[in-house]
C-alpha cells in the first residue's frame, strides 16, 4: 500500500509537476500523442494485417496505460474518466486495442485520438514558459493547432464516411483532398456527395470551416497581446508596451522581455 501511494506521488509530480522532469514527461505525452496521430494517417495506406495489427495493439497498450495512469492520479479517478472528451479517448484507444477483433469496425472513432493534442493546461504552460516565440504567438499557435486538430477530425470522418462520396476515396490523402476543397469551399468537382448524408456532411464542414478560418486570422492579424495578470484586477493580457492596466489603471511591471 505505501509503494503504491508513492508511486502515485510520483506520478502525480510528473503530471503536474513545474520542474524540468514533469516539462520533460509532458512533453513525452505530446509526442506521444502526436505519434499516435501520425499512425492512424499511415495506417490507412496500408493493408491490415501483420505488423499493423501488432503496432495497432503495442500502441492501444501503451495509451491505455498512460490513460490509467492519468486518471489514477486523480482525487476523483471515474469522475475525472466519464468527462467527455477523456471518454472521446478512451474510445479510440480501444478501437487500437482491440483492432484484431474489430477489423477496422468503428474505426472512425480512432480519429478522436486528435482531440488529445493541446488538451492539457499543464502543457500550455510549460510552452508558454519555456518558448519566447510561444509567448509572443500564443493565441496565434493555439487557432493553428485547433484548426489542424479539426482538419484531422474531419479527414478521418470523410475517410471513413468514403462510400457516401465518389469515387472512392482509398487513404487519408483522399480524404484529406476533400476536406480541404469543402472546407475552402472551392469545390473542384471530382468528389461528390451521392446522396443527403454526405452532403450534409459536405455543408458541416464548409460551415465549420468558415468559423474557423476566421478565427485563425483574427488570431493572426489582431495586435498581439502579453499574458501578464494584473496584481490588482486579475486581467490577464495587455499590449506589450502597457504600463497601467486598462482595466482598472494600476501599475503592471510587465518584464522587459515582453515590451
Known amino acids: 500500500m505505501e509503494h503504491s501511494h508513492g508511486l502515485r506521488a ?18 513525452g505525452l505530446l509526442a506521444l500523442d502526436l505519434l499516435s496521430v501520425l499512425w492512424i494517417v ?30 489514477w492520479i486523480r482525487d476523483h479517478p471515474l469522475r475525472s474518466a466519464t468527462r467527455p472528451l477523456e471518454v472521446a479517448d478512451l474510445l479510440a484507444i480501444l478501437t487500437l486495442l482491440l483492432s484484431p477483433l474489430l477489423e477496422h469496425v468503428l474505426g472512425f472513432l480512432r480519429v478522436l485520438r486528435a482531440l488529445r493534442l493541446f488538451n492539457s493546461a499543464r502543457l500550455a504552460a510549460s510552452l508558454r514558459e519555456d518558448w519566447r516565440l510561444f509567448r509572443r504567438n500564443e493565441d496565434a499557435m493555439l487557432a493553428g493547432a485547433q484548426l489542424l486538430v479539426f482538419m484531422f477530425v474531419m479527414t478521418g470522418t470523410v475517410y471513413e464516411a468514403r ?6 476515396i482509398e487513404n487519408y490523402g483522399d480524404a484529406l483532398y ?5 472546407l475552402t469551399t472551392t469545390g473542384f468537382g471530382d ?14 464542414i464548409m460551415l465549420a470551416g468558415v468559423t474557423l478560418f476566421l478565427r485563425l486570422a483574427q488570431a493572426l492579424f489582431r495586435p498581439q497581446k502579453l499574458r501578464h ?8 493580457r495587455h499590449e506589450p508596451d502597457a504600463v497601467h492596466c486598462k482595466a482598472c489603471g494600476a501599475l503592471l511591471n510587465i518584464p522587459n522581455e515582453g515590451v
Open 42 to 71: 499511415l495506417a490507412s495506406f496500408l493493408p491490415s494485417r501483420g505488423l499493423v495489427v501488432v503496432v495497432d495493439v503495442v500502441l492501444g497498450a501503451v495509451l491505455m496505460a498512460e490513460f490509467a495512469a492519468r486518471h
Open 10 to 27: 510520483r506520478l502525480r509530480l510528473l503530471y503536474t509537476g513545474r520542474g524540468g522532469a514533469g516539462r520533460r514527461f509532458r512533453y
Open 178 to 182: 476533400v476536406t480541404i476543397t469543402a
Open 191 to 204: 468528389f461528390t456527395p451521392t446522396d443527403t448524408a454526405g452532403r450534409l456532411l459536405a455543408v458541416f
Open 163 to 168: 462510400a457516401l462520396f465518389r469515387p472512392e
Open 229 to 236: 495578470p494584473c496584481q490588482a484586477c486579475g486581467l490577464q
